[in-house]
């Protein structure tokens, strides 16, 4: 079965800093991965994801990700942070099971930008 | 092209309440989901669909019911609401194989008192 764990449930940086969320997942199979930001009090939105192509995923709004099958991980990145990057951000697993497929949400990170 | 609607946006129950959450999409998706979303718990899945007719339960199925008769709508039942679904509710939707993303409605607030 896959599982998400987002190492760090708060983030903060000043602005103009990289950004640095980490995801580690298990899956059993080759899985595809997400990530989804959720700014206060809205719904949630896709900011990139990686299925099988290039490891290197490049999202909207400057973000990144790297698939690492070795590390079992796809930490979320930005050169340089602005305000409007203050939200929440889930890393999601998805995996095709017999019937379907089943997506599996990590915790969450919230990233705090200080001006 | 709506995408995923929800509806109603805030909703408040006494215990032991019930009521369904509408959840309707436009984009002839045949997989379609219910989440919940609590502090520091990320989304937890309620049910899902992958087509008219068929449905499933997720991780957190308890007290809830589901049907699927067409594939535009989903709606989540609450049958006997406890204050322990005071939650953010989450519909989405998306093509059935795993690489593509999932659309999310803007969710509805429901508070159990």
């Known amino acids: 079965a896959q599982s998400v764990t987002q190492l760090d449930s708060h983030v903060s940086v000043s602005e103009g800093t990289p950004v640095l969320l980490r995801c580690n997942y298990s899956s059993s199979y080759s899985p595809s991965l997400f990530w989804y930001v959720q700014h206060p009090n809205k719904g949630l939105q896709l900011l990139l994801k990686?299925?099988?192509?290039?490891?290197l995923v490049k999202g909207i709004n400057g973000f990144e990700a790297e698939f690492k099958k070795s590390e079992t991980s796809f930490h979320l990145t930005k050169p340089s942070a602005h305000m409007s990057d203050a939200a929440e951000y889930f890393c999601v697993v998805s995996e095709e099971e017999e019937y379907g497929n089943k997506l599996v949400f990590g915790a969450g990170t919230i990233l705090r930008v200080k001006s | 092209n709506a995408g995923v609607t929800q509806t109603p946006k805030f909703q408040v129950l006494k215990t032991g309440q019930s009521m369904t959450l509408q959840c309707a999409q436009d984009m002839n998706h045949e997989y379609m989901s219910w989440y919940r979303q609590d502090p520091g718990m990320g989304l937890r899945l309620i049910h899902y669909s992958v087509g008219a007719g068929i449905t499933d339960q997720g991780e957190v199925p308890n007290g809830y019911n589901v049907s699927r008769s067409t594939t535009e709508d989903f709606p989540l039942r609450l049958l006997l609401a406890a204050p322990s679904q005071t939650s953010v509710y989450f519909c989405?939707?998306?093509?059935?194989?795993?690489?593509?993303?999932?659309?999310f409605g803007p969710g509805t607030r429901l508070t159990v008192t």
């Open positions: 989405a939707s998306k093509e059935l194989a795993s690489s593509y993303e999932q659309y």
């Open positions: 990686y299925t099988s192509a290039a490891t």
